[in-house]
């Protein structure tokens, strides 16, 4: 089966709410990252969730960003942490926040994708948990100091 730029497209950007997903659970439930991974690949991806039709996930997408923001995430943490004020340290942020700093922040330390590219991504992703909420705008600002920590001059 062929898949389309656009569909490609689509499918990175379910990976990308997947990761932040399946980063929130295994904080909040202490599971592995295999465990988790192995979960979401097996019953997320494509499936029917109350009786909605999720969308199919890019698996490399998703396991790259899973397994970085692991592996990465003592320098992730503290690069959250210099983007945010003093008072409100990433041990303060809503757990959903903190997993999307992770999964983006992961992104942005692969350097594979734009980074604008990624804040744009991951603001539409605050959206979808946050629709009524200033999180995105605040998860611009944060991903923005981050991407710039990440890639001087890469803007």
Do not use: C
């Amino acid at each position: 089966m062929t898949v389309s730029n656009n569909q490609r497209r689509k499918m990175r950007t379910a990976a990308r709410l997947y990761a932040v997903q399946a980063l929130f659970q295994m904080e909040a439930i202490g599971q592995t990252v295999d465990a988790v991974m192995r979960e979401f690949e097996d019953h997320r991806f494509g499936e029917i969730f109350d009786d909605v039709e999720m969308q199919e996930g890019d698996v490399d997408t998703f396991r790259g960003l899973m397994e970085r923001a692991v592996d990465e995430q003592a320098r992730i943490d503290q690069m959250t942490d210099r983007a945010l004020v003093a008072k409100w340290p990433l041990g303060r942020i809503d757990p959903t926040l903190r997993a999307l700093f992770r999964a983006a922040g992961a992104e942005l330390v692969m350097g594979d994708t734009p980074p604008r590219v990624v804040i744009t991504e991951f603001v539409d992703v605050a959206g979808a948990f946050f629709p009524d909420g200033r999180e995105p705008r605040f998860v611009n600002a944060v991903l923005d100091h981050m991407a710039h920590e990440v890639t001087p001059g890469g803007f």
